[in-house]
């Protein structure tokens, strides 16, 4: 009894020195992540066009509803570099948003509430696998192309530089005019850019410690002591809290439909960006997520925040790593950064007024930094694969802008699957050696065809937008064998295993490519037929394709079927 006692008083209080730990871990998180958001928020209200209020409001909201229904323990939801970029570039496209600063911010926040609803209703639709849509060498050079702009933007605060509004914003003509015109840089604030940069560079060493937000209080401090304003140094100016007020946005029925056309690419980016942040942490720990769980929260931080009069949000990579690296074991740390956070707008907001604009420029490129790194897109360039896809969607966004450029970039992602799907390889299968497999001749030098059978697999599911290819396809390489086989050919064998299931244009193309080779005296034979297309063919078409003689389990039981049609 006593040695019950002993082990359970052990076990208890290892448990509870565990949740202790779990609880430091989490404080110790949550006051890194704090450190990085309240600057990070600061600099993305510029990113957007917006007063910081609203980035306030989005990233208390984000941190809020994450912390209750979110997945990750390690995501951090608050704004993010892409979003605020591309809502800015979105909400100046239409025309309503250039009548004031009111109809843009009026226009921005439609937009995001546009892009929150659609992300519930995909949850809802079980679409969790949207992401898959926009591939990783898109998004990687789409990241990469947007650090880039985004840095270069920074060129005109960290230096002093006006910009003549003749010149234009994007990324290029900026750096032309930047570049020529070094001799009016204003060197008190590049001095103080430096500075800052050089402090933040030093204190990276140490991943405890919130380096941008050190920076700001040590940049603050400094202003105010060496009276930087004296020397022409701007401030980031008057500050004001998140009012948390509720508001619909009032738009137009036409300004409504071009707020909705824009929200797809804004609902791509942010569940690319998020759940490729969430999904690569979770890999890593040996976490599992539910993708649908991750959209419907996403979904109802944006709806939310955008109700609130609050910025677009996501779970950015810098944030959520940062707080994976800080030794955070649950939401908890969430909690924790927006306990901190809180504390820091009633009781320091008013001294953020005295932030010289060189250093927020400097917090900028800082957040940024990681996804100047070239080395992912090196990793797929030495892959030999989708080098188009990185060009493309570096050089778009770029030349056309952050909007244009992702929508681009979208684009070329589905291009791509198309393009694969529409034009499959289909293969010819031998038998190989005295076995019952059957693999691509052009692959296997013991394969071998068979005397008047033809088999013939695609590589891509059969659906309408290479069926018609295919069936084209069988026939001209049934034709072709005819005419060169010194025996008549009596079957065509079809392996289906990529297609688990067929939509209506494929089931009506299989049937034509089926009468035309009746017409031949030949035979169509299905392999590796799966249980959904079985059903179908059984129900559509019970005297063809639909017999039982006509679909097999495999190929080599449809082989072995073609025996008795061989001719005697």
């Given at each position: 009894?006593?040695r019950?006692?002993?082990?359970?008083?052990?076990?208890?209080?290892?448990?509870?020195?565990?949740?202790?730990?779990?609880?430091?871990?989490?404080?110790?998180?949550?006051?890194?992540?704090a450190?990085?958001?309240?600057?990070?928020?600061?600099?993305y209200?510029?990113?957007?066009?917006?007063p910081?209020?609203?980035?306030?409001?989005?990233?208390?909201t984000?941190?809020?509803?994450?912390?209750l229904?979110?997945g990750?323990r390690?995501?951090?939801?608050?704004?993010?570099?892409?979003?605020?970029?591309?809502?800015?570039a979105?909400?100046?496209?239409?025309?309503?948003?250039?009548?004031?600063?009111?109809?843009?911010?009026?226009?921005?926040?439609?937009?995001?509430?546009?892009?929150?609803?659609?992300?519930?209703?995909?949850?809802?639709?079980?679409?969790?696998?949207?992401?898959?849509?926009?591939?990783?060498?898109?998004?990687?050079?789409?990241?990469?192309?947007?650090?880039i702009?985004?840095v270069?933007?920074?060129?005109?605060?960290?230096?002093?530089?006006?910009?003549?509004?003749?010149?234009?914003?994007?990324?290029?003509?900026?750096?032309?005019?930047?570049?020529?015109?070094?001799?009016?840089?204003?060197?008190?604030?590049?001095?103080?850019?430096?500075?800052?940069?050089?402090?933040?560079?030093?204190?990276?060493?140490?991943?405890?410690?919130?380096?941008?937000?050190?920076?700001?209080?040590?940049?603050?401090v400094?202003?105010?002591?060496?009276?930087?304003?004296?020397?022409?140094?701007?401030?980031?100016?008057?500050?004001?809290?998140?009012s948390?007020?509720?508001?619909?946005?009032?738009?137009?029925?036409?300004?409504?439909?071009?707020?909705?056309?824009?929200?797809?690419?804004?609902?791509?980016?942010?569940?690319?960006?998020?759940?490729?942040?969430?999904?690569?942490?979770?890999?890593?720990?040996?976490?599992?997520?539910d993708?649908?769980?991750?959209?419907?929260?996403?979904?109802?931080?944006?709806?939310?925040?955008?109700?609130?009069?609050?910025?677009?949000?996501?779970?950015?990579?810098?944030?959520?790593?940062?707080?994976?690296?800080?030794?955070?074991?649950?939401?908890?740390?969430?909690?924790?950064?927006?306990?901190?956070?809180?504390?820091?707008?009633?009781?320091?907001?008013?001294?953020?007024?005295?932030?010289?604009?060189?250093?927020?420029?400097?917090?900028?490129?800082?957040?940024?930094?990681?996804?100047?790194?070239?080395?992912?897109l090196?990793?797929?360039?030495?892959?030999?694969?989708d080098?188009l896809?990185?060009?493309?969607?570096?050089?778009?966004?770029?030349?056309f802008?952050?909007?244009?450029?992702?929508?681009?970039?979208?684009?070329l992602?589905?291009?791509?699957?198309?393009?694969?799907?529409?034009?499959?390889?289909?293969?010819?299968?031998?038998?190989?050696?005295?076995?019952?497999?059957?693999?691509?001749?052009?692959?296997?030098?013991?394969?071998?065809?068979?005397?008047?059978?033809l088999?013939?697999?695609p590589?891509?599911?059969?659906?309408?937008?290479?069926?018609?290819?295919?069936?084209?396809?069988?026939?001209?390489l049934?034709?072709?064998?005819?005419?060169?086989?010194?025996?008549?050919?009596?079957?065509?064998?079809?392996?289906?295993?990529?297609?688990?299931?067929?939509?209506?244009?494929?089931?009506?193309?299989?049937?034509?490519?089926?009468?035309?080779?009746?017409?031949a005296?030949?035979?169509?034979?299905?392999?590796?037929?799966k249980?959904?297309?079985?059903?179908?063919?059984?129900?559509?078409?019970?005297?063809?394709?639909?017999?039982?003689?006509?679909?097999?389990?495999?190929?080599?039981?449809?082989?072995?079927?073609?025996?008795?049609?061989?001719?005697?």
């Amino acid at each position: 009894m006593m040695r019950y006692f002993l082990t359970k008083l052990m076990t208890t209080t290892h448990s509870l020195i565990n949740q202790n730990i779990r609880h430091m871990s989490d404080f110790a998180a949550g006051l890194c992540v704090a450190g990085l958001l309240l600057p990070e928020a600061v600099a993305y209200a510029g990113l957007a066009h917006l007063p910081v209020a609203h980035a306030l409001t989005a990233m208390l909201t984000g941190l809020a509803l994450y912390a209750l229904f979110g997945g990750s323990r390690f995501a951090i939801v608050a704004p993010t570099s892409a979003t605020a970029t591309f809502t800015a570039a979105a909400a100046v496209s239409i025309p309503m948003a250039s009548t004031s600063p009111q109809a843009f911010t009026t226009v921005l926040m439609a937009l995001v509430l546009m892009a929150g609803i659609v992300l519930i209703l995909l949850s809802v639709a079980k679409q969790g696998q949207l992401s898959a849509f926009v591939s990783r060498p898109v998004l990687r050079g789409f990241a990469f192309a947007l650090a880039i702009t985004i840095v270069i933007k920074q060129i005109p605060d960290a230096a002093g530089l006006e910009i003549p509004r003749s010149v234009g914003s994007d990324p290029i003509s900026v750096l032309l005019y930047a570049v020529p015109h070094i001799g009016s840089w204003h060197m008190p604030s590049l001095a103080v850019a430096l500075v800052a940069g050089a402090l933040v560079a030093l204190l990276k060493q140490w991943p405890r410690i919130p380096a941008l937000m050190v920076a700001m209080v040590v940049a603050i401090v400094a202003a105010q002591a060496l009276n930087l304003v004296n020397f022409g140094v701007h401030e980031v100016g008057t500050i004001e809290p998140p009012s948390f007020q509720f508001a619909w946005p009032e738009l137009s029925k036409n300004d409504w439909l071009s707020v909705a056309e824009l929200a797809f690419g804004l609902v791509v980016l942010i569940f690319a960006e998020s759940w490729g942040s969430v999904r690569a942490l979770a890999l890593a720990h040996g976490d599992k997520l539910d993708a649908n769980r991750e959209l419907m929260v996403l979904g109802a931080c944006n709806a939310t925040s955008a109700l609130m009069q609050g910025m677009a949000v996501g779970a950015g990579f810098s944030a959520s790593s940062a707080n994976a690296g800080a030794g955070s074991q649950s939401r908890w740390s969430g909690v924790v950064a927006l306990v901190m956070v809180a504390l820091a707008l009633v009781f320091a907001l008013p001294a953020l007024h005295l932030l010289p604009r060189p250093v927020l420029a400097v917090a900028v490129i800082a957040a940024l930094w990681h996804s100047l790194s070239p080395a992912p897109l090196i990793a797929v360039w030495a892959m030999r694969r989708d080098r188009l896809l990185i060009v493309g969607a570096v050089l778009a966004v770029l030349f056309f802008g952050v909007l244009h450029g992702m929508l681009a970039a979208i684009a070329l992602s589905i291009f791509e699957a198309l393009r694969r799907f529409s034009q499959p390889a289909l293969y010819e299968l031998g038998q190989l050696g005295d076995t019952r497999n059957y693999v691509a001749l052009e692959r296997q030098a013991h394969a071998k065809a068979l005397p008047g059978v033809l088999i013939l697999r695609p590589e891509e599911p059969l659906f309408f937008a290479n069926a018609e290819r295919i069936t084209a396809d069988v026939l001209t390489l049934a034709t072709a064998r005819q005419a060169t086989a010194s025996v008549a050919l009596h079957s065509i064998i079809l392996s289906l295993e990529e297609s688990s299931d067929l939509d209506s244009t494929a089931v009506e193309c299989l049937r034509e490519l089926d009468g035309a080779l009746v017409r031949a005296n030949q035979t169509l034979l299905l392999a590796r037929v799966k249980d959904p297309v079985r059903e179908l063919l059984s129900q559509c078409d019970p005297q063809g394709l639909g017999a039982v003689t006509k679909m097999f389990f495999s190929v080599d039981d449809a082989v072995t079927s073609t025996d008795e049609r061989a001719p005697k």
